[in-house]
């Protein structure tokens, strides 16, 4: 079952949402990309250079599942990524990376846990987000990263790009927006809980809202 079964409404989709994260200041400039799998398998994207504020439906890319071009101007240079995450999780119809400013942040960060980069301090965390492996640096669209996305993408839906940003894969742009969106948001709180005693939820409350795997 796919939620993308029309190629014209996904597009649509595709772009109120990239606006609307682009508009809420969830990425900048021309940073950031989107994508859906369409029925039939292949890949949406918006294209590589493109803003998230001012792409286009005409102007979206479609690639295979292994990141190839087929349509349309040129993919993301993040498509191979995309692509991994699609075959990793066969129930994701959905893609979203950004360069969301908190995120990012924490990225950047020296000593960061790579098996979790943050800890689940909320319940509504725990539910979108879950468990976020921190991936090491590599440039923007270094396809030598693809078989370790790969690999973290089929136990983990969100993944955090060391010295760049967060990927999410969800069962719809909807869900995949959701997350990216509450990730950022507890990437806020935790600066603000340095220096406070602080009590996140334990293994077990975390486990219990975890997602369901899409
Ligand atoms: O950080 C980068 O350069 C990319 O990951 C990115 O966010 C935007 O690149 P394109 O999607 O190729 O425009
Ligand atoms: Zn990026």
């Known amino acids: 079952m796919t939620p993308?079964?029309?190629?014209?409404?996904a597009r649509a989709l595709l772009v109120r949402t990239a606006r609307s994260l682009f508009t809420r200041g969830l990425t900048h400039c021309s940073t950031g990309n989107l994508s859906v799998r369409l029925?039939?398998?292949?890949?949406?994207?918006?294209?590589?250079?493109?803003?998230?504020?001012?792409?286009?439906?005409?102007?979206?890319?479609?690639?295979?599942?292994?990141?190839?071009?087929?349509?349309?101007?040129?993919?993301t240079k993040e498509a191979f990524l995309h692509a991994a995450f699609y075959r990793a999780r066969p129930s994701a119809h959905a893609v979203v990376h950004l360069h969301s400013t908190h995120a990012t942040a924490v990225?950047?960060?020296?000593?960061?846990?790579?098996?979790?980069?943050?800890?689940?301090?909320?319940?509504?965390?725990?539910?979108?987000?879950?468990?976020?492996?921190?991936?090491?640096?590599?440039?923007?669209?270094?396809?030598?990263?693809?078989?370790?996305?790969?690999?973290?993408?089929?136990?983990?839906?969100?993944?955090?790009?060391?010295?760049?940003?967060?990927?999410?894969?969800?069962?719809?742009?909807?869900?995949a927006a959701d997350a990216i969106e509450e990730l950022e948001e507890t990437a806020k709180l935790h600066p603000l809980l340095q220096g406070h005693a602080t009590r996140p939820l334990t293994p077990e409350q975390a486990a219990a809202l975890a997602p369901n795997p899409s």
Do not use: F, Q, W
């Open 4 to 9: 993308y079964d029309d190629e014209k409404a």
């Open 39 to 75: 029925a039939g398998g292949s890949l949406l994207l918006t294209p590589t250079g493109s803003s998230l504020g001012t792409v286009e439906e005409a102007e979206l890319s479609l690639t295979d599942l292994t990141g190839r071009h087929l349509d349309g101007p040129r993919p």
């Open 107 to 175: 990225s950047c960060l020296d000593g960061v846990d790579p098996a979790n980069a943050l800890p689940p301090l909320t319940a509504y965390y725990a539910m979108r987000v879950g468990t976020l492996p921190l991936l090491p640096y590599h440039a923007p669209g270094d396809s030598s990263l693809e078989p370790l996305a790969e690999r973290t993408a089929r136990g983990h839906h969100a993944i955090l790009l060391a010295n760049h940003g967060p990927v999410i894969a969800d069962a719809t742009l909807e869900k």
